[in-house]
């Protein structure tokens, strides 16, 4: 029954083994990365291509999209993406330039794969909820929302650049009032790949709590609009086809992306929550119009990390711990998140 | 022919409370993880001292800009103030089993460092940054699993390791543990403290009492269930010293840790493979200061009696087993990983 002591020596040996190299992974930084589905090297070229087509449309190369509406239509296969559409369309460029007349009319935003986007993370907008005037809510204990929110904020913000792959824009750093208008802009004009808003819950019934995760519902955004009309000014197109072209690639994907950060990150949630509070509930992944989602111009999310009306978890929300899982969670779900877009880029990018 | 250094080995557990030293030369101490620095020039000339660690600095708080630099297990973030003070605590716990800090006397020092078991990777490496002068090669690893270590409870065990910030579980089941084997809770030694002090001040009104003076009551006198002797502690009540009898706060404070104690184990129980369940209920191992709590283990027992039956074994030197763990792993583990570990 007893192990023998050749066999706890043998083991020791290999969980020493094991930590040693657990440990050297600690020194050299190194992130453990959910492996990738391997992706066929067919797959990646074509990927590169959608990419390319999909670029020039966001950049509004006039010049390419001139002369791919010069061109004659190819057949498109029933039911055909415009991914696939793009990527066809890609590989006999030069023999059969595509009308993108065609490709602009025919396609919905929803028939857009958003695979065929890879969009790195480099910079990630933390937005605190609340702060100055606006408390945000309170738990039973007295402790306000936007010092938590900034609290978590703060601690998210040191686990993303410990590892120096990240650069965090804080939507504010100190206890004061920033709008909702001027946090979106905070990160819109820094350029971030992604948007994350922490904020506590308060739910009338007290004996309802947990975690859940909003991301950008239905929108008309302006950017594109503004987009549009810009890149449209010389291509002879159409407003309404540039711009039903912009939404079906950037609004479509924006969307897609604010959907599948909000997943990872509210799994991260419940996941890493519940080893410390485990009556935790998994409220899921909502999409809401939140100004501060709708105005902001890259994926976004609205994090309602924990729920301050119901004592359980107030009393965890005063735990420096607790608010360090919080952080540790929302960082694992952005890291997540973003090694899923860096293994897209890679295949895509061949 | 390359010089070779005498190798002291050290295990370390970094605790919220206490933070403990054992050494290959046999020696082995324990601190109160508290750091002061004098509050003024005054201050400095009254204690002849720049900076005072453990219950010196305790005794002479007053006196002092007092740091407690790890709250929960963790380096406190943030705090440049608290980073110096795990500096410190750490020179202390080296300079206490021989090592010079300038010089570390020539020897070559390699350290095993015990945090809470789901330490999170940004405090590893604070822990890491503030012993990266002290020591030559440094290994992190979790808490429990350095206790299991010790005990060689390495295959279907699970321990509780009651601290003062945390009360963490680890399930043992012959392999590095991994998230879905570990859980930790902020209720614990701290916890217990608070709640005591609370349901005191709300009895006793007018006594007048400081947490140090509460924690010390704990560590004397906390129990679950039932005990013969009643806890009467001595405090000021309008400048007098009274006695009063907090038997019924004292249980109650503790008591509230045993239902997500409980909770916690029951759960991790019933994720272990079936036809291993019974041998882990049958090797449940609690370790820590605040697992020291009276009654404790039997009451545990209680509780598996629901599921099937179990054992509970409370260590008995809860205040070195960790860093003796630690010490094992320091000296099992070759030279040739040790020099991958250069801090």
Redesign the interface.
Known sequence: ML?SKAN?DR??????????Q???E??QGRIHRPHAPRRLPYLRLLGALALLLASTALVGSTRLLSTLAAAPAPVRPPGATLATSAVRAGQDLRANPPPIAAVLVSQGAATIDPAVLPLAVRRIALDAGHGGDSHGTRTPLGLLEKDITLDVA??LR??LE?QHDFEVVMTRSGDSAVSLAERAAIANRSGADVFVSVHVNWIENRASHGVETYYLGPTNDPFLNRLAALENRDSGYAMADMRQLLDGIYAGVRQDKSRELAEVVQRALFRSLG??N?KIEDRGVKSAPFIVLLSTRMPAILAEVSCASNTDEAR?LA????R??IA?ALAGGLRVYASTARGAAAGNGG | MTESKPVLHVGIDLGTSRSSISASTGQRHVVESYVGWPLDMVARKVLKKPVLIGHEALENRSMLDLHRPLEEGLIKDGSEKDEAAVRELLWHLLSLVGVARETRNGMKVRAVVGVPAEALRVNKQNVRKAMQDAVDNLMIVSEPFAVAYGLEALLHSLIIDLGAGTTDFCVMNGRLPAEEDQRTLTQAGDWVDEQLSRLTRERFPEARFSIHMVRAWKEESSFVGNTRTPVVVTVPVNGKPTQIDITQEMRQACEGLLPPIVESMLDLLSRVQPEYQERVRNNIIVSGGTGLIRGLGPRLEQELAAVGGGKVKVVKDPVFVGSDGGLSIALDAPDADWEKLTS
């Open positions: 192990q706890v083991l020791k040996r290999r969980l020493v083994h094991d930590l040693v657990q440990n050297v600690l020194i703060r601690r040191q686990l410990a080893r410390v485990p965890l735990r420096p711990l607790y360090q899982y540790e």
